[in-house]
């Protein structure tokens, strides 16, 4: 007897079916909290406009205690085998799965990165190369023609490279940043509010506690 999946917090019930005809709970090796999480990870790669079945291949290879041969995963998320290629395709071309080999298997196994700042950095670099670098790109030739062209008012050119100016800020920013390793990012991070005071120069809560005490 099949048992009725259970509610999934934050999801309607049709948001509930349509998730449920990628993964069943017959499908064996999938189920409790690792279902929910590669359920929950399907819905938000949509929300980032990544596949559903991309998304959920990622959440079980990451969970997964050993390497995973494309026919394995198929057979747990009930995927058709022609999705699951695909969409393996997809992780290794964003270099967040790597294909490994087990002895005395001739297929290929695949295993995802698990170290979390190195799958965000990977993810980060893959976002960048699809969106920030082609708008980078775009924003320096519309420069260029508005140079050119004699119909482009002043306004416009100001315009346009206040524009072009702010992309490439973020651009290096991003590119310092994300060459840092690890341990100095999650400083970093961690620093968030100190780092802020710093750079304004004088601690924002300074005039609170005078306000406080007139």
């Not at 395709?89 to 196994?109: A, F, S, T």
């Not at 920030?132 to 346009?160: F, G, H, Q, Y």
């Amino acid at each position: 007897m099949q048992r009725r999946p259970e509610p999934i917090d934050g999801s309607s019930f049709v948001s509930q079916i349509s998730v449920m005809t990628e993964i069943n709970e017959t499908s064996g090796g999938v189920s409790g909290p690792v279902e929910r999480f590669v359920l929950h990870w399907g819905e938000m790669g949509t929300a980032w406009g990544v596949n559903r079945s991309v998304a959920q291949i990622h959440a079980l290879l990451y969970l997964s205690d050993d390497p995973l041969t494309a026919e394995e995963i198929a057979e747990r998320l009930a995927m058709a085998r022609s999705n699951v290629s695909n969409s393996l395709r997809e992780l290794l071309g964003w270099n967040l799965i790597r294909r490994v080999h087990v002895m005395g298997d001739r297929r290929d196994h695949y295993e995802a990165e698990v170290d979390m700042f190195e799958m965000v950095r990977r993810i980060a670099l893959g976002r960048k190369a699809r969106e920030l670098d082609p708008a980078l790109d775009v924003l320096r030739n519309c420069m260029s023609d508005a140079e050119a062209d004699t119909s482009i008012s002043p306004t416009v050119r100001k315009r346009l490279a206040a524009m072009h100016d702010f992309a490439e800020t973020v651009d290096r920013g991003f590119n310092e940043i994300i060459r840092l390793p690890g341990p100095t990012l999650l400083k970093l991070i961690r620093m968030g509010g100190a780092i802020a005071r710093f750079v304004g120069g004088k601690d924002a809560k300074k005039p609170e506690r005078r306000a406080r005490r007139t």
